[in-house]
């Protein structure tokens, strides 16, 4: 079994930041060779894709809205994906969820593993 649990979420005022966290667990599960994104889903709207890294940090990928405030990093030693997320917006307010699939497999937008999801705020 493979879970992958977010953390990191909360409230916050427009133009701060949050740091959010997905732990991967699993019994032989490891990040080390899949890729791994972000995506969100705000209330009404249709989950999106925010950012994607491949398996060894060379490449990511943004949706046009985050480039410039949000960072996806990855620790593979510590099975966690981060999303670093600053000049927050109003317009970010949305679970955010943390996703997994084989790198070749993520490229393509076709994810395996989803986390819960954390809730981020972002107060006017």
């Known amino acids: 079994q493979v879970q992958l649990v977010e953390s990191g979420g909360g409230l916050v005022q427009a133009g701060g930041s949050l740091r959010l966290s997905c732990a991967a667990s699993?019994?032989?599960?490891?990040?080390?060779?899949?890729?791994m994104g972000w995506f969100r889903q705000a209330p009404g709207k249709e989950r999106e894709f925010v950012a994607r890294?491949?398996?060894?940090?060379?490449?990511?990928v943004y949706t046009d809205s985050v480039k410039g405030r949000f960072t996806i990093s990855r620790d593979n030693a510590a099975n966690t994906v981060y999303l670093q997320m600053n000049s927050l917006k109003p317009e970010d307010t949305a679970v955010y969820y943390c996703?997994?699939?084989?790198?070749?497999?993520?490229?393509?937008?076709?994810?395996?593993?989803w986390g819960q999801g954390t809730q981020v705020t972002v107060s006017s």
């Open positions: 996703a997994a699939s084989p790198n070749i497999k993520a490229v393509l937008g076709r994810w395996d593993y």
């Open positions: 890294i491949n398996w060894n940090s060379a490449s990511t």
């Open positions: 699993g019994r032989t599960f490891s990040i080390s060779t899949y890729g």
